[in-house]
């Protein structure tokens, strides 16, 4: 059975300071998929990530992929107030359905 | 392009009752997928739907139930309520079945 795990689950951190949120999971699949949930929220889509060694960047936000070591990190950079959500990773092997990390609850103080 | 759009977007039923949600995917879209998402649980696949037929199935009890029409549209019902079964239902589109974009959900509270 395919497992996702995402740590830290809780993530407090100042404005303008980086952090690494990661996620691992249990079996070879073909994409990652990060997204974010501001509550009571549906998910918005923020990366696909579709092979080895792949990065992909929006404003603040950076997202990468091991395949070989089955991580994906999504890096914060000089985090402002309006990043406060949780983040989810998921992964879909071939022909299959996603399976979500537990997800990340970021909090960004002033 | 219209997102995709689910209904009702609350709801509020009855232990023992039936309920039915309604899932319009982006248009051209022909994958659905539809997923429940706790506090407890997490989020968590029921089913998924492509080109009318169920393609993938998740660990859940027989009262969850699912169909897709010939213009993609999928509604998803769940027979005798539980109280358990008190969640934000998600149902999100693609169009070969990765690149998913989720509806704003259903939230469904059962007393």
């Known amino acids: 059975e395919l497992k996702v795990e995402q740590n830290p689950l809780f993530l407090s951190m100042q404005e303008g300071k980086n952090y690494t949120i990661y996620c691992n999971y249990s079996t070879t699949s073909d994409r990652l998929y990060w997204y974010r949930q501001d509550p009571g929220k549906s998910l918005e889509s923020l990366f696909v990530l579709l092979s080895n060694g792949a990065v992909k960047q929006e404003g603040r936000l950076m997202a990468s992929l091991d395949t070989k070591a089955r991580l994906s990190t999504l890096h914060i950079t000089a985090a402002v107030h309006d990043l406060s959500a949780t983040y989810f990773c998921?992964?879909?092997?071939?022909?299959?359905?996603?399976?979500f990390g537990e997800g990340t609850q970021l909090t960004v103080n002033p | 392009k219209a997102g995709v759009t689910q209904t009702p977007r609350y709801l509020i039923k009855t232990r023992g009752q039936q309920v039915t949600l309604s899932c319009s995917p982006i248009?051209?879209?022909?994958?659905v997928s539809w997923y429940q998402q706790t506090p407890g649980q997490g989020l968590q696949f029921l089913f998924e739907?492509?080109?009318?037929?169920q393609r993938n199935k998740g660990n859940f009890p027989g009262r969850f139930s699912g169909r897709q029409f010939s213009n993609s549209r999928s509604e998803m019902n769940v027979s005798t309520l539980e109280l358990g079964d008190s969640a934000l239902y998600l149902c999100?589109?693609?169009?070969w079945g990765w690149g998913y974009t989720f509806g704003s959900g259903t939230r469904l509270t059962v007393v």
């Open positions: 739907y492509f080109s009318e037929t």
């Open positions: 248009s051209g879209h022909r994958s």
């Open positions: 999100a589109s693609s169009f």
């Open positions: 998921a992964v879909q092997p071939s022909g299959s359905r996603l399976t």
